[in-house]
């Protein structure tokens, strides 16, 4: 699934994911958070998962696009987390709700 986890990451580009924000600070943001990196745990098992269920080449494509969507859900979850658990940290930079205030964080997750 290495191909594929390069098409995922491809569609995680921050700057990418940001365009359709209409606000400014969502948009740097969607660009931070996904700068970050993360281990991309759950993209994997998307992909493994289909492929050990038989998943076609062309539905594949498919895949990817659901992957990433499942990265983007649980990284929003993640700003939301941080918000509810006062974590002043998120690997390793100050938590968006620490710079940005809870209201400006809930927004951009």
């Known amino acids: 699934v290495g191909k594929e986890l390069v098409a995922v990451n491809g569609n995680l580009d921050g700057e990418r994911l940001s365009q359709p924000a209409s606000s400014d600070l969502v948009r740097e943001e969607v660009v ?27 539905a594949m494509a498919d895949v990817v696009s659901l992957a990433a969507a499942v990265e ?25 709700h620490v710079r940005l205030g809870e209201r400006a964080a809930a927004l951009v997750g």
């Open 72 to 96: 983007v859900l649980h990284s929003a979850s993640l700003v939301h987390d941080d918000i509810l658990d006062e974590a002043d940290t998120r690997r390793g930079e100050q938590a968006a």
């Open 32 to 58: 931070r958070l996904f700068k970050s990196g993360g281990k991309r745990l759950r993209p994997v098992l998307t992909l493994l998962t289909a492929r050990a269920t038989g998943a076609t080449e062309a």
